[in-house]
């Protein structure tokens, strides 16, 4: 282990574990620049206390075999070499710029967004694409979510989260909470609603996970056939009166539409598709049919799965068909600091006949450009080409494309043909290792961090993390990385910010009215808002928190449009005054900050489309719909007679953030799994070695058997080593 200058204190310090969405509140005792013990923090407004088993390993992240600590520049023959960050600066914002005064920074893409802990450094960036005239951007988001926000949007006006502490009736759609979280404290929600007899957790999985364990429903559908169950369990809603009609006529627009084609679906034939008895079909429906509170959670087994947008869009209505929105106990829509999935540009206008038209599409491909984020599966034939508009460079930060997009041979080629790709991660990954430079961050334990992945509800939270450590040395945080290049782009003149930064180290209440007479003269301001707060603000406050200072902007929007949200919870003030005390609670309250708090029977937010109504009449989903009749999906063939499921979650995984073998000394984290039956059907042994071929890859495996699978299903799951 290379230095580390710690700030050592022998007693437990706030801050969250970055593993999984949850960011769990924890308490650290730290030792050496290690990470040595954890334990859940009660004070964290939603986590409470609670930890799952990975929180434990969190010293693999912090001090992890591969972590980087100085800046590198490949050689001519493909070996790197440390330089100076005075040199990677200067070099990587020149060759960047070249890419933007001969072809355009539009032939520029960002990719990554944060992982699973860090959103702070991505949200820096937007000024560092701003100075480079970056518009092309994707996101692991671009391959699991976008289908879900762009449904949601369509029809609810946001991005929607469930409130599984409260519900009646828990659906899980190809999603193993106890393993992969999702929700707050999930294990023992899972527990709860398992064990209460008047509460019902349905679990729609092939596999008979730790979470269909509990279930009062496992739907052991057959991979890839859930719109059709889906669609037969609505057709039975509808046909059996199951729906609140009252509900539906008073808050929605184009039911009617709806229920013509939900009328339609052979429940029975879809049912027996899916491999689902028809009685179940009819549990579920009446499981649903009895309560208004229903949360519903979806993610990869069915985002990475045939139909997956279609599956978005009716598991809203299994939702809104019982009126189970924007109360307790049932869907919401969330309300963050800052909008991870904010639509943006992406998104186009909605026609008479209920298409959306004028969205915006990329420029080789012609993919939909949803939440601004360009697909994954499209990256590599933006690069691979000889189009005109092709992708030249790329700037990585937080993500490891290379190894975590479909077709990864196919994007490394890719990566090969960019005139620059440049890499900032706290690790050498799979990614880094194609880069032409790669620059060394500070971990998400060496300075302050955050994430926007904050979706409760009423009430809603904010965690701003204090560091434990002083930055890993060589390093840097984000922040410093990306003002640095925008200072190397010649976006400002040196000394022009002067004013705002005297105006900042007299106080928030004296900088507010300085900050915004600012931006309103010069639009640079605004533009360039990360970076401006970062060294204006930040000086003020403090070394430590000053990759915090843009979150006071946020906080003074968030303020201007939620003020008796955020008053209730508790925040004071008039004007600025109310943003500035939002900012100053952030900055004291290491455990976490409940920055709003919603009034449920009366909360405009929930009704964001412009008509005050759900729009369910979404065209193109209605047309996908009435397509299952007729659609076929790729059979099983005698050279490939197993179906493999390319990454599941255990407790022993989490994407590529955890890159030490080390941490797992049995082979729980990489093995292979197999029913039994198969196993031995294809001639492999349990706990033997063997050669997994798929059409597109190869690799060696050590096989588990594991009667939990389905079978005819084998299961690889992901991880950074291997
Ligand atoms: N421990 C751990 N936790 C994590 C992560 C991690 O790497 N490790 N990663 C985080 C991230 S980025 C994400 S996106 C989430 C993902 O969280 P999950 O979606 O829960 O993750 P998986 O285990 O990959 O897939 C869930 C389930 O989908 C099932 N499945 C497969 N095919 C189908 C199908 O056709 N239909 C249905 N209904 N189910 C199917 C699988 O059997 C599996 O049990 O986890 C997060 N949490
Ligand atoms: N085969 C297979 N592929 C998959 C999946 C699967 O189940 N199977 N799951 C998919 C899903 S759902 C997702 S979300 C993606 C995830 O894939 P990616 O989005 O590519 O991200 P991660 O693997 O989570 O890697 C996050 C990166 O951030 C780095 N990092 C951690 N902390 C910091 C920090 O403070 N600063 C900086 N700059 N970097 C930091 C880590 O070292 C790591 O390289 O993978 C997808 N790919
Ligand atoms: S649920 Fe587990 S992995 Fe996720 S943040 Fe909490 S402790 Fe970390
Ligand atoms: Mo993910």
């Known amino acids: 282990m290379s230095a580390v200058t710690s700030a050592i204190a022998p007693d437990f310090r706030p801050t969250a574990c970055g593993l999984c969405y949850a960011n769990c509140g924890i308490l650290a005792q730290t030792e050496d620049g290690h990470i040595i013990k954890v334990r859940g923090d009660r004070n964290h407004p939603a986590s409470r206390g609670y930890v799952c088993n990975k ?407 904010h965690h701003l993390r204090q560091p434990l450590f002083a930055p890993r040395s060589g390093t840097l945080p984000e922040a410093e990385i990306h003002a640095r290049l925008i200072e190397a782009l010649g976006v400002f003149e040196p000394g022009e910010l002067q004013a705002l930064a005297a105006a900042a180290t007299a106080g928030l209440d004296t900088f507010a009215p300085v900050f915004f007479d600012a931006m309103r003269e010069d639009p640079r301001i605004g533009a360039y808002a990360t970076y401006v707060l970062y060294r204006t603000l930040g000086p003020a406050l403090g070394d430590v928190q000053a990759s915090a200072a843009p979150l006071w902007l946020l906080c003074q929007n968030y303020a201007r449009n939620n003020a008796d949200d955020v008053r209730r919870a508790g925040h004071a003030g008039e004007g600025a005054g109310l943003g500035n005390s939002l900012f100053k609670a952030l900055l004291t309250q290491p455990s976490g900050t409940i920055v709003s708090k919603a009034d449920v029977d009366n909360d405009p937010r929930q009704w964001r489309k412009p008509s005050g109504r759900l729009e369910l009449g979404m065209r193109e989903m209605l047309d996908d719909l009435s397509a299952l009749q007729s659609m076929q999906l790729p059979g099983r063939t005698e050279a490939f007679p197993l179906l493999l499921m390319a990454g599941d979650r255990r407790g022993t995984t989490d994407n590529t953030a955890l890159r030490d073998p080390a941490w797992m000394r049995s082979n729980d984290a990489t093995a292979l799994t197999i029913h039994p039956l198969d196993g031995r059907a294809v001639g492999v042994a349990d706990g033997g070695r063997a050669r997994l071929v798929t059409r597109r890859a190869e690799a060696d495996v050590v096989i588990r058997y594991d009667d939990t699978m389905a079978p005819g299903m084998v299961s690889l799951p992901n991880v950074g080593w291997g």
């Open 55 to 461: 929180a434990a390993r969190l010293d693999y992240y912090q001090q992890g075999r591969d972590r980087l600590s100085s800046p590198l520049r490949r050689r001519l023959d493909g070996s790197f070499e440390a330089i100076d960050w005075d040199t990677a600066i200067a070099e990587v914002a020149a060759r960047f710029r070249t890419i933007r005064d001969s072809v355009g920074g539009d032939r520029i893409l960002y990719y990554g967004g944060g992982g699973q802990g860090n959103h702070l450094g991505p949200f820096h960036a937007s000024a560092t694409q701003r100075a480079l005239g970056i518009r092309v951007r994707s996101s692991a988001l671009a391959q699991e979510k976008t289908g879900l926000a762009w449904t949601s949007e369509r029809v609810l006006g946001g991005y929607w989260h469930g409130d599984f502490e409260h519900c009646d009736v828990a659906l899980l759609m190809g999603k193993n909470a106890w393993q992969s979280n999702g929700f707050q404290r999930a294990r023992v929600v899972v527990q709860e609603i398992g064990r209460d007899p008047d509460r019902t957790l349905i679990v729609f999985d092939p596999r008979r996970t730790e979470t269909a364990e509990h279930a009062d429903i496992h739907v052991a559908l057959k991979p890839g056939t859930d719109a059709w169950c889906l669609a037969a369990i609505l057709g039975h809603m509808v046909r059996s009166g199951l729906v609140n009609d009252a509900w539906l006529a008073a808050h929605t627009n184009d039911y009617a539409q709806v229920r013509a084609l939900l009328e339609c679906v052979p429940v029975e034939a879809y049912a027996d598709f899916a491999g689902v008895p028809l009685a179940q079909i009819v549990a579920v429906a009446d499981a649903l049919g009895a309560t208004d509170r229903i949360a519903v959670y979806e993610d990869i087994g069915i985002e990475m799965a045939p139909n997956s947008t279609l599956c978005s869009y009716l598991n809203i209505l299994l939702f809104v068909l019982r009126g189970s929105f924007a109360n307790a106990g049932g869907m919401h829509l969330v309300n963050p600091l800052l909008s991870i999935f904010a639509l943006g540009s992406g998104s186009g206008s909605v026609n008479a006949e209920g298409y959306e038209v004028g969205y915006r599409t990329s420029a080789v491909t012609g993919a939909r450009v949803v939440c601004g984020l360009l697909p994954c599966n499209s990256m590599a034939e933006e690069i691979l080409t000889d189009h005109p508009a092709r992708i030249r460079g790329m700037l990585v930060e937080s993500g490891n494309p290379a190894h975590s997009v479909a077709d990864s041979q196919r994007f490394r080629e890719a990566c090969a043909a960019l005139d620059l790709l440049v890499v900032i991660d706290v690790a050498m990954t799979e990614t880094a290792r194609l880069a032409d430079y790669v620059l060394p961050a500070s971990s998400q334990y060496e300075k302050v961090e955050a994430t926007f992945f904050n979706f409760e509800y009423p009430e809603n939270f």
